[in-house]
């Protein structure tokens, strides 16, 4: 029997900063960037209430609403130690259900048909 995922945070060995681990698929973590930022990218991150849940670190803790994904070799080793008495679930950070793209990046290929064809053709025939 397959055991439930259990969130957690590492180092993204990338940028050198906590992340927290939403899911595993593959060789791969889902993950939301730990930041002490109040925004990123000009959106609004989510704020942690109470003390930051990452022990011996003592900034706000903040995390980034878009969600990642990474290779697991990019992250530490070990998870990072959480202060005692303090639940790191948040259920209000949802797990997206979308697939991902090679490469993270959808390509929008508008399809043609008869006439869009056609126009096309006359267009490049002008130029």
């Not at 930041?35 to 903040?62: L, R, V």
């Not at 290779?71 to 997206?96: C, D, E, M, T």
């Amino acid at each position: 029997m397959k055991t439930k995922f259990k969130r957690h945070f590492r180092i993204y060995l990338v940028n050198n900063h906590p992340a927290y681990i939403v899911d595993e698929d593959g060789n791969q973590y889902i993950f939301h960037r730990v930041t002490e930022s109040k925004t990123s990218g000009g959106k609004k991150n989510w704020k942690i209430a109470g003390a930051n849940p990452i022990d011996n670190c003592s900034f706000t803790c903040y995390i980034v609403k878009k969600e990642q994904k990474d290779n697991k070799h990019r992250f530490s080793k070990q998870k990072l130690k959480i202060r005692k008495g303090v639940n790191i679930r948040y259920p209000w950070i949802k797990r997206a259900n979308k697939k991902w793209p090679i490469g993270h990046i959808q390509a929008k290929v508008p399809q043609l048909n008869g006439p869009a064809i056609s126009s096309l053709a006359l267009l490049l025939k002008q130029h």
